[in-house]
């Protein structure tokens, strides 16, 4: 992935990236695909289907044996959660832990923190995080009596009411769990506050990353998070899940396990064998992103003092990539706006482009959520509707009862033309 200029920082040379995606030459009705599902799962980089395909016929065993590919996997698994640590700057490879995707994960977590509660602890979520923040903190009042609280959001802007998280907070507060970006609508939130105001009362701070870590760097240091989960088929990779936690509370956290499994992290974490070919998988997407880092990420490298190597790579291509949707939501945006009978639920101004991720939901006066998704997949559009699992976020819009809504979500290999083309169809659909 060479280029021989550096871009303009909202521009990626996007002829190189999309030659990284095969399944972008997808051909409906003679046309290419347009993917904008990419808030329910990205397309896979070549690289992650190369080290698919390399570790199963080079490597394929299990951990530990006293032999060449089982050695070989043992180094894999190691470099791919040195790798993830870059990725979101974690200070020890051994506070990643992976897993077949992020609500499995944070089952597992909310069960093992359930141990360690009381009757009438209490827990605070928000209602504009995916289900998969909510119910596993949910079960903790029936399985442990603890108390959920779950802070509210303003339905004109869809931005969370800070102000009522805050007094959700109390000092009986254990654990404060907050989504870094609506899956649903792409509001990104104050984690950092939210977590500064959790360790004030003695509370442990769980970010659900999954819907910003496609879309922007990701400091777990900085954000002084205690855990921050997300999945690897949402930023190019495959269907796997990834848990970040520092290590004391990894070392410290009563996990269910198999007994003769370590009592050290990751591995009492990680249940069972994990998905070998997978995780090369994604130790190869980090190869791409690495690389996009390289070729675009110059411009950025002076947000990330004190990084170098993987680490400062894989920060300034979210970056590059960051600059460059912010872009693509801007033209999609203005272009909704033309059309009639639409509404959009969110942060729309261009002053408020970083305050969210290309995530767009919207619904269209006399047009179904699934019918108008329908029509874009007879057009070769690929979008979501319905309420994506953000069932409270529905529900506090009013939406739930009707279908929900539509989303539109980019990512990097996106382009203006596919943006325009997504307008037009909505366009005639609305026409007809």
């Not at 057009?379 to 309420?387: E, L, P, S, T, V």
């Amino acid at each position: 992935m060479t280029t021989n200029a550096a871009p303009h920082p909202t521009t990626l040379n996007l002829e190189v990236i999309r030659a990284s995606f095969p399944s972008l030459g997808l051909l409906v009705n003679d046309a290419p695909a347009v993917y904008f599902d990419n808030p329910g799962g990205t397309q896979v980089a070549q690289q992650c289907l190369d080290a698919i395909m390399r570790y199963l016929t080079t490597a394929n065993a299990n951990t530990y044996g006293a032999y060449l590919t089982s050695e070989r996997t043992v180094a894999m698994l190691d470099e791919t959660h040195a790798a993830v640590a870059d990725l979101l700057n974690a200070a020890d490879a051994r506070e990643i832990v992976f897993g077949p995707n992020m609500t499995t994960l944070t089952f597992a977590l909310s069960r093992a923190i359930g141990r360690t509660l009381r009757p009438g602890d209490e827990l605070v979520v928000t209602a504009l995080d995916h289900d998969a923040n909510i119910a596993p903190w949910l079960a903790l009042q029936e399985e442990r009596g603890a108390v959920v609280h779950v802070a509210n959001f303003d339905p004109a802007t869809c931005t969370l009411d800070m102000a009522d998280l805050r007094a959700q907070i109390t000092e009986r507060t254990k654990v404060v769990a907050v989504g870094y970006a609506s899956n649903a609508v792409g509001t990104i939130n104050d984690v950092a506050t939210a977590t500064r105001w959790a360790h004030e009362v003695g509370a442990l701070a769980f970010v659900d990353a999954v819907q910003y870590a496609p879309h922007g760097p990701i400091d777990v240091q900085e954000l002084g998070c205690d855990f921050l989960a997300c999945s690897a088929y949402k930023f190019f990779g495959p269907h796997l899940g990834v848990l970040y936690g520092r290590l004391p509370l990894l070392e410290s956290l009563p996990a269910y396990k198999v007994r003769p499994a370590t009592d050290d992290p990751p591995g009492k974490w990680e249940t069972g064998t994990q998905n070998h070919e997978c995780l090369a998988g994604l130790l190869g997407t980090l190869e791409y992103l690495a690389a996009l880092g390289h070729d675009h990420g110059a411009a950025h490298a002076s947000e990330f003092a004190g990084m170098t190597g993987r680490r400062l790579a894989l920060h300034t291509a979210l970056a590059a990539i960051q600059m460059y949707e912010r872009m693509l939501a801007a033209r999609l945006l203005d272009g909704l706006r033309t059309l009639p009978g639409v509404h959009i639920y969110g942060l729309t101004a261009p002053a408020d482009l970083p305050r969210r991720v290309p995530t767009v939901a919207l619904t269209v006066d006399g047009h179904s959520p699934r019918a108008l998704a329908a029509a874009l997949g007879e057009r070769g559009i690929f979008a979501w509707d319905g309420n994506y699992y953000a069932l409270a976020v529905m529900e506090r819009l009013g939406l739930e009862a009707t279908g929900g809504a539509l989303r539109l979500g980019m990512a990097h290999y996106n382009t203006p033309d596919e943006v325009e083309r997504v307008v037009d169809a909505l366009r005639a659909i609305v026409a007809q």
